[in-house]
């Protein structure tokens, strides 16, 4: 297998699927996935290949564009063959990327593997933090949903994009498999809640920042 072929035909193949995508699953998230993949990768000395693989591939059929789990083993399986990478590396992929997506929080699988967990990681990082915050309401957005309503007395994100923090982007720091992740999601969940906090100051026309502290 030449890999650094391999890589170039697969991410040219997800570049041209992704880059017109609207709702925060777009090239560039896949891109940031696979950077902070092989970086986690390189820290836990795990198959760098492997990881950057499965991270470039990871949101190219997804559940939410509408792709069926036997439509995204066949996509998957066929570009992995046509790049001829192997059995065994085409078998944790294709695991691998059918397990790892929160499906709307009913996702209860723990993945088995250390490129899947590496690969998770680095998607869970990219929801949260400066670029979660702007990737959250592009999708709010897409999806139709108002950024914040504030009549709501619990929490739902069917409703308001501000919800989603509660509801699941809060609690992702704690499900982070890597001590490398771990250490990036208690700076990037600071962020969310240093950004939480301002917005209902700024809703509320509490302009002061000294009356808040
Ligand atoms: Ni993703």
Request: aromatic share 8%.
């Amino acid at each position: 297998m030449d890999k650094e072929k391999i890589i170039q035909h697969i991410e040219a193949y997800v570049k041209k699927r992704l880059m017109k995508e609207e709702t925060g699953h777009d090239w560039w998230h896949t891109d940031r996935v696979r950077k902070t993949a092989k970086i986690i990768a390189h820290h836990e000395g795990a198959d760098v290949f492997v990881c950057e693989l499965i991270a470039l591939l990871h949101d190219a059929a997804d559940h939410k564009f509408g792709y069926t789990d036997d439509e995204r083993v066949h996509l998957i399986t066929e570009i992995l063959e046509e790049n001829e990478v192997n059995q065994e590396i085409t078998t944790e992929v294709i695991y691998v990327i059918n397990n790892m997506s929160y499906k709307s929080g009913q996702n209860k699988h723990t993945l088995k593997t250390l490129h899947g967990k590496i690969v998770q990681d680095a998607d869970r990082l990219d929801a949260i933090g400066a670029v979660g915050i702007a990737r959250t309401f592009a999708y709010g957005g897409a999806a139709g949903r108002v950024m914040y309503d504030p009549t709501l007395d619990e929490a739902d994100d069917s409703i308001d994009t501000f919800s989603h923090f509660y509801t699941k982007l809060l609690k992702l720091k704690n499900g982070m498999h890597t001590s490398y992740a771990r250490k990036i999601a208690e700076e990037r969940h600071e962020i969310m809640e240093v950004f939480l906090r301002d917005f209902l100051n700024e809703w509320n026309t509490n302009n002061t920042k000294n009356e808040r502290e």
